[in-house]
């Protein structure tokens, strides 16, 4: 088997993140080697407290945090050799033939900071964003969140629990009954 790719997760931990980086941990194929912070879901403060909780969660507490800012601001332009010191850019942003989750034609991180969206898809760096259209093709039922309440690992427990706020708002937006596995 190949090496694990050495990644950083730049997050703005809610639930949606709090699965994508307990996946990350998990994979065999990646290496997380920190998690950087900024607003979104939450403010940069309490994203940065959400990440050292989810790596304490998960026994991972060695994986340094770094705070990003508060406010918008684009690293890429800070930094112009940032591109050519990373091997490429993997981001949820888009909605590609679907509906936004903000509205019609938006989804949220594009939506949030469509300046620093356009530096990024714009830069000379390797750009691989995956849209809702993709996320939208899992779904998570109430079954299925019973199965990971029932499992005796701490990351499907943990994310039961919290997953009831995203059914609720399926439910609520959507009258679904399901969840897309949205990680925005």
């Given amino acids: 088997m190949a090496e694990p790719k050495k990644i950083i997760i730049d997050t703005d931990p809610g639930i949606d993140d709090a699965m994508a980086i307990f996946l990350a941990l998990r994979s065999p194929e990646v290496n997380v080697i920190g998690l ?17 909780h989810l790596l304490e969660v998960a026994g991972r507490t060695y994986i340094p945090v770094a705070e990003g800012s508060h406010v918008s601001y684009v690293a890429i332009e800070l930094d112009p050799a940032f591109t050519k010191n990373i091997g490429q850019i993997v981001l949820l942003g888009g909605a590609f033939l679907v509906n936004g989750n903000v509205n019609p034609a938006s989804e949220a991180n594009i939506y949030g900071d469509p300046e620093a969206a356009d530096i990024v898809f714009t830069c000379e ?60």
Avoid: P
Avoid at 36 to 43: A, C, E, L, M, R
């Fill in 36 to 52: 950087t912070t900024i607003y979104g879901n939450v403010y940069t403060t309490l994203a940065t407290r959400n990440a050292l």
């Fill in 125 to 184: 760096a390797d750009v691989l964003a995956i849209g809702l259209n993709v996320t939208h093709q899992v779904i998570l039922t109430y079954h299925d969140c019973d199965i990971l309440a029932e499992s005796d690992g701490i990351f499907a427990k943990y994310l039961s629990k919290i997953l009831e706020f995203y059914f609720s708002y399926h439910r609520d937006a959507y009258n679904m009954k399901v969840m897309y596995f949205q990680i925005t």
